[in-house]
């Protein structure tokens, strides 16, 4: 069982910056890849990045803008978001892949932390 929690979200201006923490427990990050997703008000949940051993695999709306990485002695994974849009703004979500290789789908996430809310203003 691996439980996850998110931190660092907030309210930032268009063109700012934010990092997110996922905190793990329950289990190390040695195993299954790791993702981070977003939902935004009235839209499916969507894939952001995918990081396992192998590689890192971004969506195409936030290549460039976003970077993700993890401390395995802290047992945390961040997401390094730089030059936000209000496009950005959604809860953002933490969670851990029942595979090894990188993955956009959910359902190859097994662990979701409970979200941290990103709003991008104009």
């Known amino acids: 069982q691996v439980q996850l929690v998110e931190s660092g979200g907030g309210l930032v201006q268009a063109g700012g910056s934010l990092r997110l923490s996922c905190a793990a427990s329950?289990?190390?990050?040695?195993?299954?890849?790791m993702g981070w997703f977003r939902q935004a008000p009235g839209k499916e949940r969507e894939f952001v990045v995918s990081w396992s051993g192998g590689g890192t695999y971004f969506a195409d709306s936030v290549k460039g803008r976003f970077t993700i990485f993890r401390d395995n002695a802290k047992n945390t994974m961040y997401l390094q978001m730089n030059s936000l849009k209000p496009e950005d703004t959604a809860v953002y979500y933490c969670a851990v892949a029942s595979v090894r290789f990188v993955t956009s789908r959910l359902g190859d996430y097994d662990y979701w932390g409970q979200g941290t809310q990103v709003t991008v203003s104009s």
């Open positions: 329950g289990r190390t990050f040695s195993s299954g890849a």
